[in-house]
């Protein structure tokens, strides 16, 4: 069982949005900055969000992220199908003295 | 371009030994934190080890606490996992990442550029 907690998986159609959420406790996201990864099946992860709602470069806007107190949400509007991956959220949790990630999200464009 | 690329993976009987090289190009590897990240099939991504640039400061997960090591050369460009009582459940693809900015806090889970990993399976 992960220390952050995120919903199995998310859909919907072309064009549309969708949110995926990741909840934790004070320890880790209540203090700590916060990281999203992009997935696809077979591949590395890549970095789209990282400190809470920044993206790197390359990573379009249609991708943003936000955190209030011990939970973050990743966003993504204008969904294509290249988006299909699974997404992972991730952070330091100061009690561990560990980096903590999700279970993940896969997201199914429909 | 950024390149790291993980080699020593293999099959090995429970209570084995292993030792995982990561050897990186492409940036200034003694100014950057590294982390060792290992995922099972099918599973997310579980957190293994870190060590700060200067290769001083050093944080394990709990699943693998006293029984890895993770070192850094920084003269050879080269992050290892001395990986050792090894259990079943230790076997997955395990890669190496580096962090995005030089000299991070060790609490920087920006992790931009992954390895494509080596597997260990660990299996009589």
């Known amino acids: 069982q992960s220390v952050l907690t995120q919903p199995p998986s998310v859909s919907a159609a072309p064009g549309q949005r969708v949110t995926i959420s990741c909840s934790g406790m004070?320890?880790?996201?209540?203090?700590?900055?916060v990281s999203w990864h992009q997935q696809v099946p077979g591949t590395a992860p890549k970095l789209l969000i990282y400190d809470n709602t920044k993206r790197p470069s390359g990573i379009p806007d249609r991708f943003s992220a936000s955190k209030s107190g011990t939970s973050a949400t990743l966003d993504i509007t204008g969904l294509q199908t290249g988006d299909e991956a699974d997404y992972y959220c991730g952070t330091w949790d100061s009690s561990l003295n560990a980096v903590v990630f999700g279970g993940g999200t896969k997201v199914t464009v429909l | 371009e950024v390149q790291l690329v993980e080699s020593g993976g293999v099959v090995v009987q429970p209570g084995g030994s292993l030792r995982l090289s990561c050897a990186a190009s492409g940036f200034t590897f003694h100014d950057y934190n590294m982390h060792w990240v290992r995922q099972a099939p099918g599973r997310g991504p579980e957190w293994v080890s870190l060590i700060s640039w200067d290769g001083y400061t050093t944080y394990y997960s709990d699943s693998v606490k006293g029984r890895f090591i993770i070192s850094r050369d920084n003269s050879k460009k080269s992050l290892y996992l001395q990986m050792n009582s090894l259990r079943t459940e230790d076997s997955a693809l395990y890669s190496c990442?580096?962090?995005?900015?030089?000299?991070?806090?060790?609490?920087?889970?920006?992790?931009?550029?992954w390895g494509q990993g080596t597997r260990v399976t660990v299996s009589s």
């Open positions: 990442a580096k962090v995005r900015i030089p000299y991070s806090s060790s609490s920087s889970t920006n992790l931009d550029y």
């Open positions: 004070r320890s880790n996201i209540g203090n700590n900055f």
